[in-house]
Each structure stands twice: as structure tokens, then as C-alpha cells.
């Protein structure tokens, strides 16, 4: 860590300290703004593709690495805000809200996802998420590795622990579980042979349909769908390429 960057020389983000501030700096300005963001705000210029395209402060981590101010890009790429002299003069600056663009509201499961690797050999490589540790019958072990944040599902999925990138089966895994119920599991079932259409920062990617794979790593009552068409190798190339710092917004329709 530079010791530009280190903690006693950060700002200590405690948003009731802004508060006052915020009515003497002009509304539009870029102190305004990055008052806003202090706040817990998401902030735009008009020229901006918003509301995919803002600015908005990083969530505490556990690592004690320091908040920053991260933009998205209209693809829905983040990384760390680095300000033109034009964004610091401008006064052109507004919060982000449900009138700037329409939401997309038509996910039937959506998350962001912060991409990660594993591997249970040096041929064997994934690259995506993974919630928890999975065990083939010789003993190796991959995973956890990746971020998935801001789940929210209109399905009968309610646990999401696994999408990746298979690098040695040329495959998309995605792991899911229900309620634990044999009920759910075959709503899983019922689900998963309707073709999946996955749609990552604007891109849709037709996987097709799935049965359960019945796959190392599966508990009871979860379902593993596995897709290798085109669309899935161009995905599983996203994955590949996405770097380990960005997140991106995943958006999953069965039709």
C-alpha cells in the first residue's frame, strides 16, 4: 500500500459529518457531488450513460483496504474513479435516480459478480464464482474464489453457489439450490429445461437448456446445470478476460 493510500491518511467516511457541508456547496458542483457520494449516494454527469454509467463509494472490506470512489462504465465495468480536470470544474453533476433511465426490471434472477479463479490442477482451470469448497474423490479441493453481491431472485432459486467457466470440459457449471425440499428441488428441475438467455453488462449469451448434471461438489436437493453451445464459450471467454477487480451485473431470464 502507497503511503498515499494508507490508512491514517484517509478520509474517515462518516456521512453526518457532510450533512451541513452539502447545503453550502453549490447543487451540481463537483464538491457537491463528492459530498453526495460521501453520503452513500450514486452520482453522474449529464453526459453519462446513467444510471449504468455512475460513480458511487466502495463498500467496507474485511481487509482493511481503504474506501475509494469507483465508476461504472455503460457496460457495467467498475473501477477506481480517476477524475478529469473537467469533472472537478464541472456543474453538471446529478444524483442517480429511478427518472434518470428505466431500471432494467425484467430479470427473473440478477447479480453482480466480481469474477475469481481456481483450479483443481494446472489443466483443470475455472473462472467465475464459487461459494464454498468442492471436493473431487481423489481429494483435491477448489474454490472459494470470486464475489457475487446484490442477489435478487423473482424464482425459486434462493441460493446461488456456483457459475464458472470450466476451462478443461469447455462447459458453464451453475450450482443452485431451492428451499431443500423435494418439492423445490424439482421446481429447480422444471426450471432448468426451459432455455436460459444470461445477459452480462448488455450482452445476451442463449444457453439453452439444462438437466442436472449430477456433478462432484453437489448436495442434496441442489441442481447443477451445465451449458457448452457457442454462446456458452463465448460467455466462458468474458469470464476469462474479466479482470478480478471489476464487477459486472448478470441478469438470468428462462423462457
Given at each position: ?33 463528492i459530498?453526495?457520494?460521501?453520503l452513500g449516494?450514486k ?5 453519462w ?7 458511487r463509494l466502495t463498500?467496507p ?11 461504472s462504465?455503460?457496460h ?6 480517476q477524475?478529469?480536470p473537467e ?8 444524483l ?11 430479470c427473473?434472477?440478477?447479480?453482480n ?10 489443466k483443470?482451470?475455472t ?20 464475489i ?5 431472485s ?25 428451499d431443500n425440499?423435494q ?19 448488455g450482452?445476451a ?10 456433478l ?5 436437493y ?8 457457442d ?11 474479466q ?13
Amino acid at each position: 500500500m502507497s503511503a498515499v493510500n494508507s490508512p491514517e491518511k484517509q478520509c474517515q467516511i462518516i456521512p453526518a459529518q457532510y450533512k451541513i457541508d452539502a447545503v453550502t456547496a453549490p447543487v451540481g458542483s463537483c464538491p457537491w457531488a463528492i459530498i453526495q457520494v460521501y453520503l452513500g449516494n450514486k452520482l453522474h454527469r449529464s453526459d453519462w450513460d446513467a444510471p449504468g454509467e455512475h460513480m458511487r463509494l466502495t463498500s467496507p472490506s474485511t481487509d482493511n483496504t481503504p474506501a475509494y470512489i469507483e465508476k461504472s462504465d455503460k457496460h457495467g465495468l467498475w473501477f477506481p474513479w480517476q477524475p478529469t480536470p473537467e469533472d472537478l470544474m464541472a456543474c453538471d453533476w446529478h444524483l442517480v435516480t429511478s427518472n434518470s433511465k428505466p431500471q432494467p426490471t425484467d430479470c427473473m434472477l440478477s447479480f453482480n459478480l466480481t469474477v475469481g479463479t481456481g483450479a483443481f490442477s494446472s489443466k483443470d482451470q475455472t473462472w467465475g464464482y464459487l461459494a464454498d469448497t468442492e471436493f473431487e474423490p481423489a481429494g483435491e479441493h477448489l474454490g472459494p474464489f470470486g464475489i457475487l453481491d446484490d442477489f435478487q431472485s423473482k424464482t425459486v432459486i434462493k441460493t446461488f453457489s456456483l457459475l464458472v467457466w470450466d476451462g478443461l470440459n469447455q462447459k458453464i457449471f451453475i450450482r443452485v439450490s431451492s428451499d431443500n425440499t423435494q418439492d423445490g428441488y424439482q421446481k429447480l428441475v422444471d426450471l432448468f429445461k426451459q432455455d436460459l438467455l444470461l445477459t452480462v453488462g448488455g450482452t445476451a449469451y442463449s444457453l439453452g437448456s439444462s438437466i442436472d448434471s449430477h456433478l462432484y461438489g453437489k448436495h442434496e436437493y441442489e441442481f447443477i446445470g451445465e451449458y457448452g453451445n457457442d454462446d456458452a464459450k463465448k460467455l466462458g471467454s468474458l469470464l476469462q478476460q474479466q479482470n478480478a477487480i471489476y464487477s459486472r451485473p448478470y441478469c438470468f431470464n428462462w423462457k
